[in-house]
């Protein structure tokens, strides 16, 4: 099976997924897009109002700023592959629960990570990062490059966060700006595996002088 085929295949998983109770609510599950091959994956939180419509993910006004950043580096949504830690969207857009996090990463965001076997991975937000580097904070270290298990992770704010708090906005920008630097200097990773859960402490990870 081609990984295009496995990634379909995952899909139509995602869509007929009954692992947890986020299946009772949603419209439309959202498994994530973009090209088998990617250089960059962003990983979100989960799907809010317009992506339970859509089963499109970011397709909010998170998502327009996440194509308005992805422009000024030269880049296009089309380019890289966009998904989230939970694929439906939690009622009432609560936080997602753990066990939610661990079984939808489990199931379906390892495998989509170990197929694609992106350059970067860039996450959104807290409940991403703490996939990878538990015990940080957002503010200590977003936008550092880090070696975790193999591959390289780039913690970022949620776009959502520039537009409650504009404040964060140019440094999200900042962020993003630093990119095609780190691109060009970091090679691309051997596959490796997650850690085995959100609960795995990502105690490997260390910051790489790139930037």
């Known amino acids: 099976m ?12 995602v869509a007929q997924c009954q692992l947890c109770e986020l299946h009772y609510s949603r419209k439309n599950a959202v498994p994530g897009e973009g090209p088998y091959n990617a250089t960059i ?9 317009y992506e339970n419509e859509q089963g499109r993910p970011f397709v909010g006004a998170a998502g ?31 936080d997602p629960k753990p066990e939610e996090v661990e079984l939808c990463t489990k199931q379906f965001l390892e495998r989509q990570i170990q197929l694609i076997n992106p350059k970067v ?4 937000g807290r409940y991403s990062m ?8 957002i503010s200590d270290i977003h936008g550092q490059a880090l070696r975790v298990k193999g ?7 949620h776009p959502a966060a520039a ?19 780190l691109l060009s200097k970091t090679p691309k990773v051997v596959e490796e595996n997650l850690p085995a ?15």
């Open 2 to 13: 081609s990984i295009i085929e496995e990634l379909k295949q995952i899909e139509g998983e």
């Open 41 to 49: 994956m962003f990983i979100g939180e989960g799907p809010g109002f």
């Open 64 to 94: 327009k700023f996440l194509e308005d950043l992805l422009e000024k580096i030269g880049m296009k949504r089309e380019q890289v592959f966009i998904t989230n830690v939970v694929k439906c969207r939690p009622p009432g857009n609560r």
């Open 121 to 124: 991975i860039i996450t959104l």
């Open 130 to 137: 703490s996939l990878y580097v538990p015990h940080s904070k």
């Open 151 to 157: 591959r390289i992770i780039v913690p970022m704010y």
């Open 163 to 181: 537009l409650h708090q504009g404040s964060l906005k140019p440094i999200i920008e900042a962020d993003f700006l630093r990119l095609p630097d």
């Open 197 to 211: 859960s959100p609960t795995d402490s990502a105690q490997s990870a260390s910051q790489l002088s790139l930037f």
